[in-house]
């Protein structure tokens, strides 16, 4: 089995759509017997379902996530654990302790942006739009 966690600095990144890299897990019996951390070269939003899938990966750990992405990971057939924070590494261990604390209906919210970025082009599920915030989960 395989676990992927967005991930930035040891830590699970709060946008699954613009993480930069996933720390990819490799699961047997119950254990971490490997991690590597993997770039996307770019890759965004929707396209990273193709990228994890390619990976073999079975399950996300991430933060927000939008509505696009969950649904191409359910196509690729990728298990969702959205709405975490913290250590990538500590997380993938209660994931397999079953002990993760997550949020199934973690969504990324979106709140200003610039470059002439819209919103609605990557299909985030739930969009508020403030000044001075970066895209975040939002599972208050």
């Known amino acids: 089995m395989k676990i992927a966690a967005t991930y930035d600095n040891g830590q699970i990144f709060q946008h699954f759509g613009h993480t930069e890299q996933f720390k990819i897990y490799t699961i047997e019996r119950d254990e971490v017997v490997s991690g590597e951390v993997v770039p996307t070269n770019g890759s965004g939003h929707g396209a990273l379902a193709g990228f994890l899938q390619a990976h073999g990966v079975?399950?996300?750990?991430?933060?927000?996530?939008?509505?696009?992405?969950?649904?191409?990971?359910?196509?690729?057939?990728?298990?969702?654990?959205?709405?975490?924070?913290?250590?990538?590494?500590?997380?993938?261990?209660?994931?397999?302790?079953?002990?993760?604390?997550?949020?199934?209906?973690?969504?990324?919210?979106?709140?200003?942006?610039?470059?002439?970025?819209?919103?609605?082009?990557?299909g985030c599920g739930s969009h508020e739009h403030g000044e001075g915030h970066d895209c975040h989960c939002s599972n208050h």
């Not at 590494?89 to 209906?105: H, K, Q, S």
């Open 58 to 122: 079975n399950a996300l750990i991430c933060g927000g996530i939008g509505g696009g992405a969950r649904n191409a990971l359910a196509q690729a057939g990728i298990e969702i654990y959205g709405g975490v924070q913290g250590s990538a590494d500590e997380a993938v261990n209660a994931l397999i302790a079953g002990r993760l604390a997550f949020d199934p209906t973690a969504a990324c919210a979106h709140h200003e942006h610039s470059d002439h970025h819209h919103c609605g082009e990557h």
